[in-house]
């Protein structure tokens, strides 16, 4: 929930903040909501996350009697990403996310730079939405490399196949790309 809307260095430190004001999720879903916003400003939109979080805990806790998701780690994918997601704000990038890092499964996060990069190299028609992406592309990425893919297209996306100003002439997948063929020249750096 953290990381939505912000840079993985802002995360990570509201996240730590997070943990150093409230080391126990009880005293998070018991914090005001005020105080825990406070503490997470540094991950941006903090009023919405606190509620958010703060939702999503005490929904764990009515449906398990505490805030433990452990019991997920016994059932099957589809069937966490499908408890995941009935939480409120939780969506498939979400949910991927804890498939993947909190839980070690072969999900295919397809976040703001995996998307952009999928639609830039014709993996997906322009105008997908980021739940439709994660829908086409999951099945197609073999499960072996989903994790590695993953990070490698956040870093090509952070690094050359920016948002704004895409590097293609320095783009090594150029000649595969649907976009960067039309956008550059061969051996032109852009950005």
Same mark, same amino acid.
């Given at each position: 929930?953290?990381?939505?809307?912000?840079?993985?260095?802002?995360?990570? !430190?509201?996240?730590?903040?997070?943990?150093? *004001?409230?080391?126990? &999720?009880?005293?998070?879903?018991?914090?005001? *909501?005020?105080?825990? *916003?406070?503490?997470?400003?540094? #991950? %941006?939109?903090?009023?919405?996350?606190?509620?958010?979080?703060? =939702?999503?805990?005490?929904?764990?806790?009515?449906?398990?009697?505490?805030?433990?998701?452990?019991?997920?780690?016994d059932?099957?994918?589809?069937?966490?990403?499908? /408890?995941?997601?009935?939480?409120? #704000?939780?969506?498939?990038?979400t949910?991927?996310?804890?498939?993947?890092?909190?839980?070690? !499964?072969?999900?295919?996060?397809v976040?703001?730079?995996?998307h @952009?990069?999928? $639609?830039?190299?014709? &993996?997906?028609?322009?105008?997908?939405?980021?739940?439709?992406? /994660?829908?086409?592309?999951?099945? $197609?990425?073999?499960?072996? +490399? @989903? /994790?590695?893919?993953?990070?490698?297209? +956040?870093?090509?996306? =952070?690094?050359?196949?920016?948002?704004?100003?895409? @590097?293609?002439? *320095?783009? $090594?997948?150029?000649?595969?790309?649907?976009? %960067?063929?039309?956008?550059?020249?061969?051996?032109?750096?852009h950005?």
């Open positions: 929930m953290l990381s939505q809307h912000t840079s993985d260095r802002n995360s990570e !430190r509201a996240f730590a903040d997070l943990k150093a *004001a409230f080391p126990a &999720w009880e005293q998070v879903l018991g914090a005001p *909501a005020q105080a825990l *916003a406070d503490v997470i400003r540094s #991950g %941006g939109i903090a009023d919405q996350k606190a509620r958010r979080i703060q =939702r999503i805990l005490g929904e764990i806790r009515e449906r398990e009697g505490r805030i433990d998701l452990g019991r997920l780690r059932l099957d994918d589809a069937a966490v990403e499908e /408890y995941l997601t009935s939480l409120p #704000g939780v969506g498939p990038k949910a991927a996310c804890v498939l993947v890092f909190a839980m070690g !499964r072969a999900a295919f996060p976040d703001t730079h995996v @952009r990069v999928a $639609v830039r190299l014709g &993996w997906l028609p322009p105008g997908t939405t980021a739940a439709a992406a /994660y829908q086409m592309l999951t099945p $197609v990425v073999p499960p072996g +490399i @989903r /994790y590695d893919l993953h990070l490698a297209l +956040i870093t090509h996306g =952070r690094e050359v196949c920016k948002s704004q100003r895409p @590097r293609c002439g *320095a783009c $090594v997948l150029r000649d595969r790309c649907v976009t %960067g063929s039309e956008r550059s020249p061969a051996g032109a750096v950005g």
